[in-house]
T-cell receptor
Framework: GIQVEQSPPDLILQEGANSTLRCNFS?????LQWFHQNPWGQLINLFY???GTKQNGRLSATTVATERYSLLYISSSQTTDSGVYFC??????????FGTGTRLQVFP | NAGVTQTPKFRVLKTGQSMTLLCAQD?????MYWYRQDPGMGLRLIHY???????AKGEVPDGYNVSRLKKQNFLLGLESAAPSQTSVYFC??????????FGPGTRLLVL
């Protein structure tokens, strides 16, 4: 089956710093999503981005489907950005395959 | 518009007991999913449904059964709970293959 790898596994930032999270996948996909899981466990949709670039406030994402990777950019990080960031890809039918996540901690 | 809701939020079971987790969505979505999340890991798909009356197996279906008798509800059953089923269970729904919307999760502890 398809493999979804995320890097780095852990990231520690000071408030105000920028960061880039990466998601690599091993096969062609027709759907890629980024999620934020906050410290209370809630999963929040960030982007639906099978290709191209999208921006939402301080967050933006780029997916290069032909090269099988996606990047999530967080600018001017805030403590509320802490949590785990997952990418998930839809492969074959309607199953989302999740990566293992990047755990982000932002300190004031 | 409540989105996706899950019942219960937390449950403790003894090995061998049975229970049913309920997922409800009010967005009229065709597709619904059950995932489990173990500590330090991403979500793994248990079962899913592409419409009322249909179900299909995901990555880790063993020990679970599901039913989709009504479009808005997707039930996950554990017939004989085992400690290995201790996990956080998430339900999700989507219209077609686009953005999935997740419920708040159910924490299950099997002793």
């Amino acid at each position: 089956g398809i493999q979804v790898e995320q890097s780095p596994p852990d990231l520690i930032l000071q408030e105000g710093a920028n960061s880039t999270l990466r998601c690599n996948f091993s096969d062609s996909v027709n759907n890629l999503q980024w999620f934020h899981q906050n410290p209370w466990g809630q999963l929040i949709n960030l982007f639906y981005i099978p290709s191209g670039t999208k921006q939402n406030g301080r967050l933006s994402a780029t997916t290069v489907a032909t090269e099988r990777y996606s990047l999530l950019y967080i600018s001017s990080s805030q403590t509320t950005d802490s949590g785990v960031y997952f990418c998930a890809v839809r492969w074959s039918t309607d199953k989302l395959i999740f990566g293992t996540g990047t755990r982000l901690q932002v300190f004031p | 518009n409540a989105g996706v809701t899950q019942t219960p939020k937390f449950r403790v079971l003894k090995t061998g007991q049975s229970m049913t987790l309920l997922c409800a969505q009010d967005m009229n979505h065709e597709y619904m999913y059950w995932y489990r999340q173990d500590p330090g890991m991403g979500l793994r798909l248990i079962h899913y449904s592409v419409g009322e009356g249909t179900t299909a197996k995901g990555e880790v279906p063993d020990g679970y059964n599901v039913s989709r008798l009504k479009k808005q509800n997707f039930l996950l059953g554990l017939e004989s709970a085992a400690p290995s089923q201790t996990s956080v269970y998430f339900c999700a729904s989507t219209e077609g293959g686009e953005t999935q919307y997740f419920g708040p999760g159910t924490r299950l502890l099997v002793l």
